[in-house]
């Protein structure tokens, strides 16, 4: 995984902003980027002059914009798929993983009443942010919407990590360390929280029958 990390940074290097699109492209179908890492890279490369300028924007925003838009392409791509092709799929093969009807309309109905703002936080959320966009599709959930929040959490996330990589500039090493901490500790805290989600919903029903009885 670190070696598949370091040939998506190495990308970056070689082949500029076309290279950063790739990756954040791929990272956001599910692909182990790690775009968390890339774009604060990306952002001292930037600020070491080894991206170019355009005018007069500096190297690091354009950094951001092509995070951004390379973000929302490949989250629509992902949301496509879930879209046109995770329901048939579900619908045909889900029994065999344990996957019932039932929980698909579980799905439908979280993403009508969450949704919108379940893929706004999930922008910030390693690892899940690069698959995120697949339930949303599944879901049905409404393209506007989806497209919407997408690119303003992505805006925010590429923006706000090509900064800080372009204030840390020769530092980045040093951030990057701090970065694969908070990472670990997110998922962490995101891990714990989805475990006793679990562990509430089966007390509850667990709890049901005994109270109608």
Not at 19 to 30: D, E, I
Not at 61 to 68: C, K, P
Not at 97 to 123: D, L, P
Request: charged share 10%.
């Amino acid at each position: 995984m670190e070696h598949l990390s370091q040939s998506f940074h190495d990308l970056v290097v070689h082949a500029g902003y076309l290279g950063l699109f790739v990756v954040m492209f791929l990272g956001n179908m599910g692909a182990p980027a790690g775009t968390e890492f890339v774009m604060p890279a990306a952002g001292a490369l930037a600020s070491q002059g080894h991206l170019p300028t355009i005018g007069a924007l500096p190297a690091w925003i354009l950094v951001g914009i092509v995070g951004t838009v390379a973000e929302v392409c490949g989250a629509t791509a992902l949301y496509a798929v879930g879209y046109y092709g995770g329901v048939p799929v579900l619908e045909r093969y889900g029994k065999y993983i344990g996957f019932k009807h039932s929980a698909m309309e579980k799905v439908h109905g979280f993403y009508a009443r969450f949704g919108t703002i379940t893929v706004f936080w999930c922008r910030f959320i390693p690892f899940v942010r690069g698959v995120a966009s697949f339930p949303a599709g599944i879901s049905r959930m409404q393209k506007r919407y989806f497209i919407s929040y997408t690119a303003l959490g992505s805006a925010i996330f590429c923006f706000g990590l090509a900064y800080l990589g372009n204030m840390a500039g020769n530092n980045i090493d040093a951030i990057l360390g701090a970065l694969h901490k908070a990472t670990l500790a997110i998922v962490i805290g995101v891990a714990v929280l989805a475990v006793a989600a679990v562990v509430v919903m089966r007390l509850r029903k667990v709890k049901a029958p005994a109270d109608r009885s």
